[in-house]
């Protein structure tokens, strides 16, 4: 899936930061270009959803991080993760739900009514991860809001658990209820986007919420001492389920739990206990 690839992309970026190899620097770069669009905003036709376009730019937000080389006369990294964020800031829904981002982008797509935690969780690490980067003021308050407004529909609750969404169609005002299915790579978002607010604003409230999602990733997803998707590699049948998007989530929290630690080396030693124990 398109997405993945994304994905992928960032983790061999991650690669090149904690190894210094940079033999796939020009895969890296090549790539994300290939899919930026004349708009530079990563609006391929399999963009269908907001969590699609936001882990591209996730990935180019990586390589600004990194510091991985743009060729010549091409956008920079930074421009392309910026512009999927001001296109993502501006489908921000408040016709219901007191706001959230949609899951798909075209109102004709199944799926449009549901506000998934995937997407907003995305667009919370991101504006994190811009503000950082860019110092601007604007940007950490989108990420303020888009957490507040996760917690405030129930997509987190006080134990630090993440569930996996809520349907704008029901309910009164929409978001009446919540799809309490937990996948790691939802809790694995927020636990890096608040790490990542914890270092650039030094507030202890970051810190308490990275190490509750720390928690919650070691009580719901880490069994007998390896990292598991408790939906489809657990009890009850559910044994072997996994599919394509869901064998990747584990990668995708892992990678986080490891810059969770680099970010917040307070937080390295209870990361190591996690990621000790799946070893």
């Known amino acids: 899936y398109w997405w993945i690839s994304g994905s ?14 940079a033999q796939y620097n020009t895969l890296v770069a090549n790539t994300l270009l290939s899919q930026a669009t004349g708009a530079n905003d990563f609006m391929m036709p399999d963009a269908t959803g907001n969590d699609d376009q936001a882990w591209w730019a996730l990935a180019a937000m990586s390589a600004a991080e990194y510091g991985i080389p743009s060729p010549a006369g091409a956008p920079s990294w930074l421009v392309l993760a910026q512009n999927v964020f001001n296109e993502q800031k501006g489908r921000w829904n408040t016709a219901k739900c007191n706001g959230g981002l949609k899951w798909k982008i075209n109102a004709g797509d199944a799926g449009y009514t549901y506000r998934s935690t995937i997407s907003n969780g995305l667009f919370f690490q991101l504006a994190a991860r811009l503000a950082r980067f860019t110092g601007d003021a604007d940007t950490l308050s989108w990420a303020e809001k888009a957490y507040d407004w996760s917690t405030s529909v129930g997509l ?124």
Not at 8 to 21: E, M, V
């Open 8 to 21: 992928t992309l960032d983790g061999l970026a991650t690669y090149f930061h904690t190894t210094g190899d």
């Open 156 to 279: 987190i609750d006080g134990d630090f658990n993440v569930y996996d969404g809520t349907d704008d169609s029901k309910g009164d005002n929409g978001c009446a209820d919540v799809n309490h299915d937990q996948w790691s790579y939802n809790t694995g978002v927020f636990l890096y986007g608040s790490a990542v607010m914890a270092a650039k604003t030094g507030d202890a409230k970051w810190t308490t919420r990275a190490q509750g999602f720390l928690g919650s990733i070691k009580r719901n997803f880490v069994n007998n001492g390896n990292l598991f998707e408790s939906k489809c590699e657990g009890a009850n049948g559910s044994i072997g389920t996994c599919n394509t998007d869901q064998q990747s989530f584990k990668g995708a929290v892992a990678r986080w739990m490891g810059a969770t630690a680099t970010i917040l080396p307070q937080m390295a030693p209870d990361v190591q206990i996690v990621i000790g124990s799946a070893a």
